[in-house]
C-alpha cells in the first residue's frame, strides 16, 4: 500500500490528524468498534474507553495483515464533545503508545447516544494494504515485507476502433521542421529557431481531459517550433498557462498505479519514430517525459513507460515568460530515422496541464488531436495517432 498525505498549499497543518490521504491497494473496512472486552465494558472512562477502541481496532486490521500505518482514514463517534476536549492531552499519549505517528484522515462526531448504553466513543476505520500495478504483459502485487507476486498470462489485445461510416479518412496533423546549421542555445528563447510556420496547440479538439471542459487558449495553449540536423531533433514549445505547478526533482513518491510521477506536473512529452509507409503499421516510438525544474533554467527527461530511448541524451533548458513559460530541448533521432531534406518523422507533442492542489494532472494538449472526454492513463500514446513532421531544407 502507498499511502500520500493530502495537506493544500498555504493551509495550516493539522495537529493529530490530515485533511486528506490518497491510498492505493487492497482496502480494508472495520466495523465501528467500542471499548469492550469480550461483550462487556471493564470502565466507564472516556480514555479507557478510547484505548480499548484502538486496541479492538487494530486486533481487527490484524487479522487482514495491516498494522497502524496502514489507516488511511477514520470516523469517530463520542457522546460528550467537553469530556473529549478536556482529556485531548491523555487522548493524544494513548494515541502515540497504540498508533505512533500515524495520523489518517478523520472525522469526529458528537451524538446523543451510541446503540450500547455504556459506550461512550465508537471508530469506524478504513485501511489499505497492497499495491497492485498493471502493464501490457503482467499483473505485480506489491506486498509489505514480502516479494511482489507478478501474474502474467496471455491477454487478448484490444481491436482498434474502426468507424461505422467514414466518409472522408482522416489526416494526420502535419508542420514543417526547418533545417539550421548550428544548435540553437536552448535556453529556454526562441534564438536559433524559424518561427513562421508554428505547430498550434489551443483547439477544443486537442484537449484531452478527464473531468473539466478545456479552460480555453488565454488559460491553457501552446505554440512549438521544430528544426533539425543529421543527428537532433530541436524544439521550442511556448506554453500559455498563468499557474506554473512544476513537480520537484526530489519530491516524495506518488507511486500511484500505472503512472510516473513526473506526469502529474507541467511539462512535455514528445514522440518521434520512423515514418509509416503506405499500408504498413506504426512503428513504435521514441517517447520522452520533459519536466521543467524547479531552478528556473534546466529540465530533466525520462523515457516514457510504453517506449524505449536513452534519456541521458536529451538536454535543454526552460524559462518563466509573462504568459507563462518556454522550453528548448534537443532530442537525438531515434533508430531508423534517416534525417533529409524532404523526409518525413512520424512525431506528437503533449502538454500536460497541473493545477494548484491537485495530486494528479488535470488534462492535457496533445498536437494530433485530444480524443476529448477521455480517461487520462499514465504517459502512454497510440502510435497511431502521431502526426508528421516534414523535414525542410
Given at each position: 500500500?502507498?499511502?500520500?498525505?493530502?495537506?493544500?498549499?498555504?493551509?495550516?497543518?493539522?495537529?493529530?490528524?490530515?485533511?486528506?490521504?490518497?491510498?492505493?491497494?487492497?482496502?480494508?473496512?472495520?466495523?465501528?468498534?467500542?471499548?469492550?472486552?469480550?461483550?462487556?465494558?471493564?470502565?466507564?472512562?472516556?480514555?479507557?474507553?478510547?484505548?480499548?477502541?484502538?486496541?479492538?481496532?487494530?486486533?481487527?486490521?490484524?487479522?487482514?495483515?495491516?498494522?497502524?500505518?496502514?489507516?488511511?482514514?477514520?470516523?469517530?463517534?463520542?457522546?460528550?464533545?467537553?469530556?473529549?476536549?478536556?482529556?485531548?492531552?491523555?487522548?493524544?499519549?494513548?494515541?502515540?503508545?497504540?498508533?505512533?505517528?500515524?495520523?489518517?484522515?478523520?472525522?469526529?462526531?458528537?451524538?446523543?447516544?451510541?446503540?450500547?448504553?455504556?459506550?461512550?466513543?465508537?471508530?469506524?476505520?478504513?485501511?489499505?494494504?497492497?499495491?497492485?500495478?498493471?502493464?501490457?504483459?503482467?499483473?505485480?502485487?506489491?506486498?509489505?515485507?514480502?516479494?511482489?507476486?507478478?501474474?502474467?498470462?496471455?491477454?487478448?489485445?484490444?481491436?482498434?476502433?474502426?468507424?461505422?461510416?467514414?466518409?472522408?479518412?482522416?489526416?494526420?496533423?502535419?508542420?514543417?521542421?526547418?533545417?539550421?546549421?548550428?544548435?540553437?542555445?536552448?535556453?529556454?528563447?526562441?534564438?536559433?529557431?524559424?518561427?513562421?510556420?508554428?505547430?498550434?496547440?489551443?483547439?477544443?479538439?486537442?484537449?484531452?481531459?478527464?473531468?473539466?471542459?478545456?479552460?480555453?487558449?488565454?488559460?491553457?495553449?501552446?505554440?512549438?517550433?521544430?528544426?533539425?540536423?543529421?543527428?537532433?531533433?530541436?524544439?521550442?514549445?511556448?506554453?500559455?498557462?498563468?499557474?506554473?505547478?512544476?513537480?520537484?526533482?526530489?519530491a516524495p513518491p506518488l507511486r500511484l498505479d500505472n503512472e510516473p510521477d513526473e506526469i502529474n506536473s507541467d511539462g512535455?512529452?514528445?514522440?518521434?519514430?520512423?515514418?509509416?509507409?503506405?499500408?504498413?503499421?506504426?512503428?513504435?516510438?521514441?517517447?520522452?517525459?520533459?519536466?521543467?525544474?524547479?531552478?528556473?533554467?534546466?529540465?530533466?527527461?525520462?523515457?516514457?513507460?510504453?517506449?524505449?530511448?536513452?534519456?541521458?541524451?536529451?538536454?535543454?533548458?526552460?524559462?518563466?515568460?509573462?504568459?507563462?513559460?518556454?522550453?528548448?530541448?534537443?532530442?537525438?533521432?531515434?533508430?531508423?530515422?534517416?534525417?533529409?531534406?524532404?523526409?518525413?518523422?512520424?512525431?506528437?507533442?503533449?502538454?500536460?496541464?497541473?493545477?494548484?492542489?491537485?495530486?494528479?494532472?488535470?488534462?492535457?494538449?496533445?498536437?494530433?488531436?485530444?480524443?476529448?472526454?477521455?480517461?487520462?492513463?499514465?504517459?502512454?500514446?497510440?502510435?497511431?495517432?502521431?502526426?508528421?513532421?516534414?523535414?525542410?531544407?
Open positions: 500500500m502507498t499511502k500520500q498525505i493530502l495537506q493544500p498549499p498555504g493551509w495550516p497543518r493539522p495537529r493529530g490528524y490530515a485533511n486528506g490521504v490518497a491510498a492505493s491497494g487492497r482496502l480494508v473496512f472495520v466495523a465501528g468498534q467500542v471499548g469492550w472486552v469480550d461483550g462487556s465494558f471493564a470502565s466507564d472512562d472516556l480514555v479507557e474507553q478510547i484505548r480499548q477502541t484502538l486496541v479492538n481496532t487494530l486486533a481487527v486490521l490484524a487479522v487482514a495483515g495491516a498494522s497502524p500505518r496502514h489507516v488511511v482514514r477514520m470516523t469517530w463517534y463520542i457522546t460528550d464533545k467537553r469530556a473529549y476536549l478536556a482529556s485531548t492531552a491523555a487522548i493524544g499519549r494513548v494515541w502515540r503508545a497504540l498508533m505512533g505517528d500515524e495520523y489518517p484522515a478523520m472525522a469526529m462526531v458528537e451524538v446523543s447516544a451510541l446503540i450500547e448504553d455504556r459506550a461512550l466513543v465508537e471508530i469506524e476505520t478504513t485501511a489499505g494494504l497492497e499495491r497492485h500495478r498493471f502493464s501490457a504483459a503482467e499483473w505485480i502485487v506489491e506486498r509489505e515485507g514480502q516479494d511482489p507476486l507478478v501474474l502474467r498470462g496471455r491477454r487478448e489485445q484490444t481491436p482498434p476502433f474502426v468507424p461505422l461510416l467514414q466518409i472522408d479518412a482522416p489526416t494526420p496533423a502535419t508542420a514543417p521542421a526547418f533545417r539550421i546549421a548550428g544548435p540553437p542555445p536552448l535556453d529556454g528563447t526562441l534564438e536559433g529557431f524559424d518561427v513562421s510556420e508554428p505547430l498550434e496547440l489551443g483547439l477544443e479538439d486537442q484537449y484531452r481531459r478527464s473531468e473539466d471542459a478545456y479552460p480555453g487558449p488565454d488559460d491553457f495553449s501552446a505554440v512549438a517550433y521544430a528544426a533539425w540536423d543529421e543527428s537532433t531533433l530541436y524544439l521550442a514549445v511556448d506554453v500559455t498557462k498563468p499557474d506554473l505547478v512544476l513537480r520537484p526533482a526530489k512535455l512529452q514528445v514522440y518521434v519514430a520512423p515514418a509509416r509507409r503506405a499500408g504498413g503499421e506504426a512503428v513504435a516510438p521514441v517517447g520522452y517525459l520533459i519536466v521543467p525544474n524547479e531552478d528556473g533554467h534546466t529540465v530533466r527527461a525520462g523515457t516514457t513507460s510504453d517506449t524505449h530511448g536513452t534519456h541521458a541524451a536529451v538536454r535543454g533548458g526552460w524559462r518563466r515568460t509573462d504568459t507563462g513559460y518556454c522550453v528548448t530541448v534537443a532530442i537525438p533521432w531515434p533508430a531508423g530515422v534517416h534525417p533529409h531534406a524532404g523526409g518525413r518523422v512520424n512525431f506528437d507533442l503533449i502538454i500536460n496541464e497541473m493545477l494548484p492542489g491537485r495530486v494528479r494532472r488535470v488534462g492535457q494538449l496533445v498536437w494530433s488531436g485530444g480524443g476529448g472526454w477521455v480517461w487520462l492513463r499514465g504517459d502512454r500514446q497510440d502510435p497511431a495517432r502521431l502526426g508528421v513532421l516534414e523535414l525542410v531544407g
